[in-house]
């Protein structure tokens, strides 16, 4: 086995750690332009291992921008992104790779091929990097679409003949297919309805904590921050204001007051304190 | 054996059967974790003990392992299958896999081979040619009442559109149109002359230039070239609109979709086509002059005159006659397959790659009519 990849306990030692241990994601001075637009600037950030770290920020502020930058689809112009300590860009094409297997994306409208089947989206990262038993591979694959919460009839589907809801859930079981470390979720409850909404949250929890995954989660839902996030990170004056969600709840910055104390801030307030999410598991 | 693998190892205790796990059971040792629980054997053993004592990373993939053999060997419950000794951490895990594990559904739509489905299918694949010949005779009709309606209000033509349409269509397809037919016309006074000095008649290069290019070639690769590149276009900027409910939009909004997106671009073309196709006609004979002045010293007088004997005055116009017609069919297969573009990415693809074959296809079914109809008249 490679032995470069730090053991899967010791990714949980860090997690339960959290200080003081190799942090899932460190941006330091990071920069992205776009022509003679700067979208941010001096940007650094920490996500530590297994925690969920929600993104917000005002349109145009570069949220998805940041996420595709650290993903790697996007080069900064400027500053470093390492993630587990290593920096993608240095990496050679191997190494790159088997980073690039302990990470999960979840676009945002699932991005699911759409000429494949719901399962054969599954099996793709599967059969590009593992040499598995045909079996195993239908176990696994039918595995992750009840993980998620797809009913049975789903997985024979193509990504059109299925409904918003249940192709974010389809995108999420490929971003798991291959047990990532870490993933991405972009948007993950836009167009959603509520109840939808609130059961996806529910799922990225119970995920996260059954798989200890580390969660970075581009969001514009205030309950998804309420219900499942640790920390976030507000995108403010091209820059990244990382807090506890008590934190910026005190935070004077007149973006961030208006962002959690607006009528959608204090609603989501109020149904988080009543534990109003939704009590049911998703299903 | 390395603590980085996933190992199993049994011991037999009387009637009890051990299987102790260890290392890493996560996906990548699952392929040989999987032959090896595969392997084991209950033998006589009464109840087995699965130990994970000794597994230090476990995803879940390594969890389905496990519980597929507890499920496995305890062949209904005929035997207890325990497991022990699993580490805290992974407990939410166990938990969460067995929850979802072990259902059974259907990874792939359902497709049978039956007897006979060839010729079903070819059955099916000819209904739909002729149902789709039927719609796009409905569509042709439709625009007809369109522009119609249009040319008895001319207000209603979009004007903005047309001349950005005649520009992309037109003006845009200048180089490649010209540098094609300027190759084309090389290539067969090259070829024409080699023939012809076998008879001494070398002269006749440009006769077989002037017929051959004004009548048929000219005209016919602009058209090609134009569904390639325009009717491509069309199909594919329809399409992504029709994706992007675009299509739609219009719709609700009170605007014929048929009006605002295929009325400028079959005008567009119908006006630029005739153009390009003199266009290429210059440029073929300009590429067979060049060339009869290079390899069979006719100076470009000489070629002009022996040009003007051998082509009559229909000669240009029934090739150019062919033009407005092969635009009609890249406009309208174009348009029609682009409105077609079911909701998928994939779906622009196919329907563009539809409409650039059926329009060829069109287009060389329309000249061969052409020449029976121009042989008939006798022309």
């Known amino acids: 086995m490679d032995t470069t990849e730090p053991a899967r306990d010791e990714a949980e030692n860090d997690a339960r750690n959290g200080e003081g241990s190799v942090p899932a994601i460190r941006l330091r001075e990071l920069e992205a332009r776009f022509g003679r637009r700067t979208i941010f600037q001096d940007l650094d950030l920490d996500v530590r291992r297994g925690e969920v770290m929600g993104v917000v920020g005002g349109s145009g502020t570069g949220k998805s921008v940041l996420l595709r930058t650290i993903v790697g689809l996007n080069r900064p112009t400027a500053g470093t992104v390492e993630i587990f300590g290593e920096t993608p860009a240095d990496l050679d094409q191997t190494a790159r790779r088997r980073l690039d297997t302990r990470l999960g994306v979840l676009f945002q409208d699932g991005a699911l091929f759409s000429s494949l089947t719901v399962a054969q989206n599954v099996q793709v990262p599967l059969r590009e990097n593992l040499a598995l038993s045909e079996s195993l591979i239908e176990d696994i694959t039918r595995l992750k679409l009840a993980m998620v919460g797809l009913p049975g009839d789903a997985a024979a589907k193509y990504p059109s003949e299925l409904s918003g809801g249940m192709r974010k859930r389809a995108g999420l079981a490929r971003a798991l297919a291959l047990d990532p470390e870490l993933i991405f979720l972009d948007e993950p409850t836009a167009g959603l309805d509520p109840i939808s909404a609130a059961e996806f949250d529910i799922l990225i929890g119970d995920l996260q904590r059954s798989l200890s995954l580390t969660v970075l989660m581009v969001t514009h839902d205030l309950d998804s921050l309420y219900a499942i996030c640790d920390r976030i990170a507000v995108l403010v004056d091209k820059r990244a204001r990382v807090g506890t969600l008590e934190e910026l709840l005190r935070d004077p910055h007149p973006w961030i007051h208006a962002y959690f104390h607006g009528p959608r801030g204090r609603a989501a307030e109020v149904a988080a304190r009543d534990g109003g999410t939704l009590p049911t598991e998703a299903s | ?379």
């Open chain 2, 1 to 379: 054996m390395a603590e980085a693998e996933g190992w199993i190892r049994t011991a037999q205790e009387n009637d009890r059967l051990i299987i102790a796990a260890g290392g890493r059971w996560v996906l990548a040792t699952s392929a040989e974790l999987d032959r090896r629980l595969r392997a084991v054997s209950p033998g006589s053993a009464s109840s087995i003990v699965i130990d994970l004592a000794e597994v230090v990373a476990l995803d879940t993939a390594g969890a389905w392992l496990v519980l597929r053999t507890q499920q496995a060997l305890a062949a209904g419950g005929r035997r207890s299958v325990g497991l022990e000794n699993i580490g805290a951490r992974y407990l939410p895990l166990m938990h969460q896999v067995e929850e979802s594990g072990g259902r059974r559904q259907h990874l792939l739509p359902p497709s049978y081979y039956r007897f006979g489905d060839f010729t079903a299918r070819i059955g099916r694949i000819t209904i739909g040619l002729v149902k789709r010949g039927g719609e796009l005779l409905g569509f042709v009709g439709l625009i007809a009442i369109i522009a119609f309606r249009a040319l008895r209000h001319p207000s209603r033509i979009r004007f903005t559109s047309l001349i950005n349409h005649m520009e992309q269509t037109g003006v845009d397809a200048l180089p490649i149109v010209g540098l094609l037919s300027f190759l084309i016309g090389v290539v067969m006074a090259f070829q024409g002359a080699d023939q012809l000095r076998r008879f001494g008649a070398e002269i006749y290069t440009v006769n077989l230039l002037g017929v051959a290019i004004l009548r048929e070639l000219g005209v016919l690769l602009a058209a090609i070239i134009i569904a390639g590149r325009s009717g491509s276009a069309f199909t594919a900027q329809i399409g992504t609109m029709k994706v992007n409910e675009e299509v739609d939009a219009l719709q609700v909004l009170g605007m014929d979709p048929v009006e605002v997106l295929v009325l400028p671009r079959l005008m567009a073309l119908l006006l630029t086509m005739p153009l390009i196709a003199f266009y290429s006609n210059i440029m073929a004979l300009a590429g067979g002059a060049l060339m009869a002045w290079a390899t069979l010293d006719i100076p470009f007088s000489v070629f002009l005159q022996q040009l003007q004997g051998a082509i009559s005055g229909w000669t240009f116009w029934l090739g150019v006659l062919k033009a407005p017609f092969f635009a009609g069919i890249i406009a309208l297969t174009g348009c029609y397959e682009g409105l077609r573009v079911a909701r998928s990415a994939e779906s622009v693809g196919r329907q563009t790659t539809r409409s650039v074959v059926e329009s060829i296809f069109l287009i060389i079914v329309a000249d061969a009519l052409f020449s029976i109809l121009f042989s008939r008249l006798g022309i």
